[in-house]
C-alpha cells in the first residue's frame, strides 16, 4: 500500500499535485468535508435529529462568540434547538451521498450509450444522439423538479430510502447526457486506430472490444467531467431540497437548511442559513478545483 502510494505521488500526476498549491489546498478542504460527513456520529458534537435531547429554550442561539451564544454550541442553533455544526455534517452526509450516487448512475448510463453510439454508428448512434438533443432540450433543473415532484406526489407516505431514489433518478435523468456525447466523440477516435482494427481482424468481438480496448483509453475525459459533475449533482439536490421536492424532512440536507434558515434570514437569525451556505459552497468550490487540477493533469497540452 505504502510502495502504490509512492508510485502515485512520483508519477505525473502526483508531481503536477504536489506542485499546485491550489490542488493541495483543494484536496484538505474536501478531505475535511467528506471526513465529517462520512463519521459524523462519531465527530458531530450533537445529534440534531434525535427529538429527546433536543430542547426549545435553546432555539435561535448564536454563535458561539456572540455575547448571548453558548459555549455548547458553536455555531449557534436553529429554530428547534438543533446544533447547526452537527446538522451540517449530517446534512452534507446526505448531500455528497445523493451527489455521488447520481453521478455513478449518470456515469454507466452515459458511458455505456455513448459506447454504443460511437462503436456502432448507423440507426443506433442517430437514434441515442437525437435522444440526448431531446434531453439537452430542457432545462436540467425543470427535468428533476418535474420528476422529483411526480415521484413525491405518487408517493406521498413513501419510506425515505425511495424519497432518496427518486432524488437520485431525477438528477441522474439530467446528468447522464454529458458523458455520453463526451464519450461518444472520443470512441469516434478510437474506432479507427490499428489495435481497434487489429481485434477486429483476429475475430475478437464487439463486446468485448469496446469493453477491454475502448472504455479504458475514454475514461480520462470522464473522470475529470464526474469530479466536476459531482459538485454540479450537489448543488442541484441542495436546490431540489430547497423548493421542498428533495430529501424527507426528517433527514434534511443541506438544501434543507437553508431553506429553514432562509425563513428568519431578516429577523436577524443570519447565521441559520448562512453557514449551511458556507457549507455548500466550500464542497462544491473545493471538488471544482479539484476537477480543474485533474483536467490539467491529465491533458499533455495543457502541462
Not at 122 to 129: E, F, P, Q, R, T
Not at 194 to 214: C, F, K, N
Not at 245 to 264: E, H, K, M, Q, W
Request: net charge neutral.
Amino acid at each position: 500500500m505504502i510502495s502504490l502510494l509512492k508510485r502515485g505521488l512520483d508519477s505525473d500526476v502526483g508531481h503536477s499535485f504536489r506542485t499546485s498549491p491550489t490542488a493541495i489546498v483543494a484536496a484538505v478542504i474536501a478531505f475535511i468535508c467528506i471526513f465529517c460527513a462520512v463519521f459524523a456520529p462519531w465527530v458531530a458534537p450533537h445529534n440534531p435529529f434525535d427529538l429527546a435531547t433536543l430542547e426549545l429554550s435553546n432555539a435561535r442561539l448564536p454563535p458561539a462568540w456572540s455575547p448571548d451564544g453558548s459555549s455548547k454550541f458553536l455555531l449557534g442553533t436553529d429554530d428547534q434547538g438543533r446544533d447547526i455544526l452537527s446538522a451540517l455534517m449530517y446534512g452534507a452526509r446526505i448531500s455528497l451521498a445523493v451527489g455521488l450516487a447520481s453521478v455513478l448512475l449518470s456515469v454507466l448510463i452515459g458511458v455505456s450509450f455513448g459506447l454504443l453510439a460511437g462503436f456502432l454508428g448507423g440507426w443506433v448512434d442517430g437514434l441515442l444522439m437525437r435522444l440526448c438533443d431531446v434531453m439537452l432540450s430542457f432545462p436540467p433543473i425543470l427535468i428533476a423538479l418535474l420528476i422529483a415532484g411526480v415521484g413525491r406526489a405518487l408517493f406521498p407516505n413513501a419510506h425515505e430510502t425511495l424519497a432518496f431514489g427518486v432524488l437520485i433518478i431525477s438528477i441522474t435523468l439530467t446528468g447522464w447526457v454529458q458523458y455520453a456525447r463526451t464519450v461518444r466523440g472520443s470512441t469516434l477516435v478510437e474506432r479507427n486506430k490499428e489495435y481497434v482494427q487489429a481485434a477486429r481482424v483476429t475475430g475478437v468481438a464487439p463486446l468485448r472490444i469496446m469493453r477491454s480496448h475502448v472504455l479504458p483509453n475514454v475514461m480520462g475525459p470522464v473522470l475529470v467531467l464526474a469530479t466536476i459533475q459531482v459538485a454540479t449533482a450537489i448543488i442541484t439536490e441542495a436546490t431540489l431540497s430547497f423548493l421542498g421536492v428533495g430529501a424527507p424532512p426528517t433527514s434534511p440536507s443541506l438544501g434543507t437548511l437553508i431553506r429553514v434558515g432562509n425563513d428568519y434570514l431578516f429577523s436577524g437569525e443570519w447565521w441559520i442559513t448562512i453557514f449551511p451556505g458556507a457549507m455548500l459552497v466550500l464542497i462544491a468550490l473545493s471538488v471544482n478545483l479539484l476537477g480543474d487540477w485533474l483536467r490539467d493533469a491529465l491533458n499533455p497540452r495543457l502541462r
